[in-house]
């Protein structure tokens, strides 16, 4: 690791605009700094900001940027209103890594493709222009949708498929004023030569907003599907919300995960599900189109079909209904069969 | 550039000058401080051999940046016994075979005390293994350590109730 | 238990061994004091971390050492160019036990990973920076990467000095009267130790004697190597290995940097520590190679296996022999009319291959079960059935007598546990809820082998004693089943002695390896003291004073700290009492183990896995849901240790199965996973619910002690039963290891 300069942001003002690389929880951060992908020459050591609560926010809930994964999916209005959401942070990497983590430092975590975490491989993502050195390896874990010759990695959160599934908003402030995206365009797509930066230089997330998620609440799921039973990235994963009314879909929400460089909203199937009762040729429609142009990157077809099933079963375990357990559990592909 | 870095750790305020800004929580305690009970097994937040308490909160000593968490209260392995007495996670992972090579093992036991105080695993053993799933254990005494959590759960359950 | 009572075996162990008492070492091990060589800090102590190779093949063109040493905190950066000299080549064969390694002899680069420098500073974080900024520059060759990287070629030797082939019986014959017969083709992939402690030494320099903390597997050894390449005396090492924290046939060996660091030791006159990061655990500590398998087996019209032919192709490295003896692994389990097991090997740019846990057992086992699955599917037969008909009652590959086999015991205890006798034949027949269900099983099998070992047991003045041995515990529980056949030897309780181990200045006690140790070093710490007790008992048997005087052929038993005349009970003394009457302050013993003469029976450890598994039919997810093993494993010291180490052999076999796998990039040779969020272990969820038994067994054969070996044995059977399992669920039959999700969709 190289040497740098340490300082503290105590408050927002002093973050914004400050030189240097960003540490809040370190989970990411330091990581890339040990294999030598991150050099920066200076640190804002951000975990004092106070963006450290959960706020209601017109039903929905506003989430301040330093607050922990670990007090995230176990908030009493997260349970309540999206399990989906606590659902995907149980499911991703331990509960060490979650007391550590933050929300902002989840969003803007790094892709896991192991080329990008090889100093040695040449990478667009790393160094724009370079080349991608994942095209024509080990691709087993890349992506299939919205990659190009420049990139094919994924985003590796489980938390920001739940995000963007639930039209949660990411907001920003920078030394221009703040502004907001939505989660599911927040994580820039790959071009011909790399990815845009999310955020431009100075710029600090501080809240992530969720509107109220209506009928939904108590009809949303998240599935990963990975190698192991627990703390492992996911091959494939998928979000879910759906709100019915008389048999009829009114409301339905689909992101994927593990599929591409962000979390991967479908608004095609989802509107294509609305008016339809919920049963399960509606739901493998509906996946069907949300993988519409997917293609294998390397050796990975086998991940569109997965994709496609694991957004049926999401959505089938969302129509059927959130168990109530408390705390949630993350999701298992295994879960209501054999116990829970 | 020395820089200064206060720390309770076990319960006794230090002031440490801090020799390199790099140093992780882990490479504090155990480079500087010699309290080698923690132990580095991948030094990347990948097997939970450096799991400590911050502030109460189990946490990868190796992915803390030992300047982020000043003022920080932390508990090792070192500070869970009192005297001969051990705690009563220590107790049960002994009792149960909770362990092999032992390398693991601090790790083990402070995420186990972590777990417990979160008080949402209970007496579930599902929840129980997939609480301690971010500790490794390459020997592989998973069925002695979640016999070992279940146990001293209830044994400290008991404790509290008294 | 209750078997361990019954047990008959021809040396009488007292009340100590056979009791599940708790690790002697627990309490240091649950409150962090073990010490591992990394927790070393002696006074002036510097760090040290290694460069490694960015290239799979070629040579290092350019360090830029100037930067490096222009780090704050950079003492030293030794390269080919400076390295110190050693008194025997790195690429020596010392002994049948070293392998060839790196330690600066060139710029020479043979694999990724490869140690090409050694960065010395004040602080870690100097040193690991240090090595980064050496920023190598390389002259590159293609990389030759996995199985069909490279044209095969016929080894000498395989494992360690083993023939490469055998053939039992006549081949043809056996074929030309088989009514069937069945290819399978099955591939295991590379596999990395991975033991949770990395690799670690502390070396100090007085004057010209030296002290190394390091873990290690094979103590005495170790000092001998050590001594060759420095070109010292063994009597001016000492090597201090109390604790390994788990080796899993990592630790056995010497490699490079460990040389380096005692050179630099030396040459700057200050303890230098150095611990390998995890990455750099991928190449220079061994592993277990990825392998193709070929399997024929030929039936007769009863179902019975004809000939069985297993032809391994194993990865190798360029620059060394290790060869995974995988065929081997089909030599002693099923009863066949003839038998052939060949080899061959790949050269790769790799590091060699070595050891690792069932080496040559655990993927040949893999491979052997799920052909005996498939025939037994083809014949239309239920697999433990198929298991029984060819149920060997002697070694197929030798015509020996087993020294003892309660396998089928083994079978009927775990399958009665398991359920097994409700398993419909057909595949894809069970569910549970959405999801497909399966039982699968297969068999364990281990060998016996014995070392050398010698010990000394000392009884004091007072009653208690103390024994010496370095032995070697990484987990398997030397500390304390050692201690307890230590005890019985003495005839004293066991918190009585004091056991002195893990240190090169005690008598040899041979490699923690094969699942031996136990027999071999236990056998040894038994013997000497049983060579005490005998001392003791020629002074009190002639002496007028004491009540044991003239026992003459009668003899006396030693129990409790006392001896007592075997013809009347009634007549016995204490130790302190014969010791303080004869003025003498200590008796002191000496013990061997080894196996005498060639063997003339097969020994082997034996099991029977039933496993389990639910398959998501969507989405191919496995979950092993249950594992039960049962085992015959000879007489059990400590039953809850041998529990421990047989479950943790079976999750090994889970971890086989369905995780671990060590990818290269083809085109760089580099590893695209090589941390522990990419090569996956089992994790506690992966292990829902798992069971061990052991079936009584008593062996007179396989040594005085009757103890055969658990390190490894469960490993064997269990990767074979989860994948007949996952066959059984899905009908999808699996022919590459780890079973990856997508191959079941």
Request: hydrophobic share 40%.
């Amino acid at each position: 690791m190289n040497l740098f300069d340490y300082t503290r942001a105590d408050t927002l003002g002093a973050a914004v605009g400050a030189e240097g690389a960003l540490l809040a929880g370190g989970t990411n951060l330091l990581d890339l700094m040990k294999i030598g992908v991150a050099t920066p020459s200076r640190l804002v050591d951000v975990t004092r900001l106070p963006l450290s609560q959960i706020e209601d926010h017109g039903g929905g809930l506003r989430i301040g940027a330093m607050v922990r994964n670990a007090d995230l999916a176990r908030h009493p209005q997260v349970l309540a209103r999206f399990p989906a959401v606590a659902e995907a942070l149980l499911s991703g990497a331990s509960a060490q890594l979650r007391n550590a983590a933050t929300t902002g430092g989840n969003v803007m975590q790094s892709t896991r493709c192991s080329y990008f975490m090889d100093p040695l491989s040449p990478c667009n993502r790393r160094e724009p222009g370079t080349g991608c050195s994942a095209i024509g390896g080990e691709t087993r874990n890349h992506a299939i949708l919205g990659w190009t010759s420049g990139c094919i990695a994924t985003h590796p959160s489980d938390l920001c498929v739940a995000l963007a599934a639930f039209d949660a908003v990411v907001e920003i402030a920078g030394p221009a004023g703040t502004r907001e995206v939505p989660m599911a365009t927040f994580h820039p797509l790959p071009d011909a030569n790399g990815v845009p930066p999310a955020l431009a230089a100075g710029e600090v997330i501080t809240h992530i907003r969720l509107p109220d998620p209506g009928g939904m609440a108590r009809h949303a799921r998240y599935v990963k599907l990975r190698e192991r039973t627990s703390f492992a990235f996911a091959i494939v994963s998928a979000a879910a919300g759906i709100a019915v009314q008389d048999n009829r879909i009114v409301a339905a929400r689909l992101a994927l995960g593990g599929v591409a460089a962000r979390p991967w909203r479908s608004t095609g199937a989802e509107a294509a599900l609305l008016g339809q009762p919920p049963i399960e040729t509606n739901f493998a429609r509906a996946a069907e189109l949300a993988l519409q142009g997917a293609a294998p990157s390397g050796n990975n077809a086998a991940k569109i079909v997965l994709a496609r099933r694991i957004a049926v079963r999401a959505l089938t375990l969302a129509a059927a209904g959130t168990p109530d357990r408390m705390p949630a559990l993350p999701a298992s592909v295994f879960e209501g069969d054999d116990h829970g | 550039m020395t820089q200064t870095l206060n720390l309770t750790i076990n319960g006794t305020t230090q002031t440490i000058a801090l020799d390199d800004p790099r140093a992780t929580l882990l490479d504090v305690l155990r480079e500087r401080l010699g309290l080698t009970g923690t132990k580095k097994g991948c030094d990347r937040g990948q097997c939970g051999a450096c799991t400590v308490l911050i502030d109460g909160r189990r946490m990868n000593a190796c992915l803390a940046l030992a300047l982020s968490h000043d003022g920080a209260a932390v508990t090792t392995i070192e500070g869970l016994a009192e005297g001969d007495r051990l705690h009563p996670v220590q107790d049960a992972f002994l009792r149960h075979d909770g362990f092999q090579c032992g390398y693991c093992t601090p790790g083990q036991i402070m995420s186990a005390v972590a777990l417990i105080a979160e008080a949402e695993a209970g007496l579930d053993p599902e929840r129980v293994r997939e609480g301690m799933s971010g500790n490794l254990c390459r020997c592989a005494a998973y069925a002695g350590i979640t016999e070992a959590v279940l146990d001293a759960t209830r044994t400290m359950t008991r404790e509290d109730a008294a | 238990m209750a078997d361990l009572m019954n047990v008959q075996a021809h040396v009488r162990l007292g009340s100590n061994a056979g009791q599940s008492m708790t690790r002697r070492d627990g309490v240091l091990k649950v409150t962090g004091r073990a010490p591992y060589a990394a927790d070393r800090q002696p006074g002036g102590m510097l760090h040290a971390v290694t460069a490694t190779a960015g290239i799979a093949r070629g040579r290092v063109a350019h360090l830029d050492t100037a930067a490096a040493l222009a780090h704050p905190g950079v003492v030293r950066v030794y390269t080919p160019a400076n390295r110190p000299p050693l008194a025997e080549h790195p690429d020596t064969k010392i002994h049948g036990f070293a392998w060839r390694m790196e330690a600066l002899q060139d710029d020479t680069v043979r694999y990724a990973g490869q140690p090409i420098a050694l960065v010395v500073a004040d602080t870690l974080e100097a040193a690991t920076e240090g090595a980064r900024l050496l920023n190598p520059r390389y002259e590159a060759e293609a990389p030759r990467i996995g199985l069909d990287g490279n044209t095969p070629y016929q080894p000498e030797t395989v494992s360690i000095g083993r023939p490469p082939s055998l053939e039992a019986g006549d081949m043809d014959a056996a074929r030309a009267g088989a009514a069937r017969h069945l290819d399978t083709v099955v591939e295991t992939a590379a596999q990395y130790h991975n033991a949770l402690e990395p690799h670690a030494i502390t070396a100090q320099w007085f004057g010209d004697r030296l002290e190394i903390d390091t873990p290690n597997q094979a103590i005495g050894l170790a000092k001998q190597s050590f001594a060759t390449y420095l070109g010292i005396e063994p009597s001016q090492i000492l090597i201090r290995s109390p604790f390994l924290g788990g080796g899993f046939g990592s630790k056995a060996i010497l490699y490079g940097a460990q040389l380096l660091v005692v050179l630099a030791a030396r040459d700057l006159d200050r303890p230098v520590k150095l611990a390998l990061r995890r990455d750099q655990m991928f190449g220079p500590v061994g592993h277990r190679p990825a392998t193709r398998q070929t399997l024929r087996l030929d039936l007769d019209e009863h179902g019975r296996i004809a000939a069985l032919d297993h032809h391994t192709l194993a990865v190798a490295s360029t620059f060394d022999d290790f060869i995974e003896s995988a065929s081997n692994a089909s030599h002693s389990v099923y009863a066949t009319t003839a038998m052939r097991t060949t080899h061959s090997a790949v050269r790769t740019d790799t590091g060699t291959p070595g050891p690792m846990r069932a080496p040559g057992e655990a993927p040949g086992s893999a491979a052997l079960e799920v052909a005996i699955d498939e025939a037994a599917y083809a014949l239309g037969m239920d697999p433990l059935a198929f298991r029984l008909l060819n149920y060997a009652d002697t070694d197929p590959s030798t015509g020996m007598e087993f020294s003892s086999k309660a396998l089928r015991e083994c079978y009927e205890r775990a399958a009665d546990l398991f359920g097994w006798k409700d398993r419909p034949l057909e595949p894809r027949t069970m569910r549970q809820g959405r999801l497909l269900k399966g039982w699968g099983m297969g068999t364990a099998q281990f060998p016996c082998p014995m070392f050398q070992a010698a010990a000394h047991a000392t009884l004091r003045a007072d009653g208690s004693a103390v024994v010496e041995t370095s032995a070697a515990d990484m987990g398997q529980g030397a500390w304390t089943a050692l201690a307890q056949i230590a005890a019985d030897g003495l005839g004293i309780d066991i918190d009585r002695l004091e056991f002195r181990s893990g240190q090169s200045d005690l008598p040899d006690a041979g490699v923690a390896g094969g699942s031996g140790h136990t027999a071999t070093a236990g056998t040894a710490l038994f013997n000497a003291g049983a060579d005490t007790v005998r001392q003791l008992a020629d002074l009190a048997t002639n002496d007028p004073a004491s009540p044991l005087f003239g026992a003459g052929n009668a003899g006396v038993t030693a129990r409790g700290g006392r001896l007592y005349r075997n013809d009347d009970e009634s007549r016995s003394e204490a130790y302190e009492d014969i010791l303080a009457r004869a003025g003498l302050d200590l008796v002191r013993g000496e013990g061997k183990g080894a196996r005498e003469g060639e063997a003339q029976r097969a020994m082997f450890s034996h099991g029977g896995v039933f496993a389990e598994v639910l398959v998501d039919p969507d989405l191919g997810q496995i979950r092993v849901n249950r594992l039960v093993g049962a085992f015959a494993v000879g007489r059990i010291v400590n039953p809850q240790l041998a529990r421990s180490q047989l479950l943790g052999g079976m999750i090994w076999g889970v971890g086989f199965a369905l995780h671990e796998e060590a990818i290269h990039d083809a085109r760089t040779g580099r590893f695209t996973n090589n941390d522990l969020a990419g090569y996956h272990i089992p994790v506690n969820a992966d292990i829902p619910m798992i069971e061990a038994l052991t079936v009584h067994e008593d062996d007179p054969f396989v040594n005085a002690l009757g103890i055969k070996g658990v390190g490894e044995l469960g490993v064997t059977g269990t990767v074979g039963a989860i994948a007949n399992a996952v066959w059984h669920a899905t009908g999808v039959r699996p022919h590459r290891f780890p079973i990856h999700p997508e191959s079941l969709i």
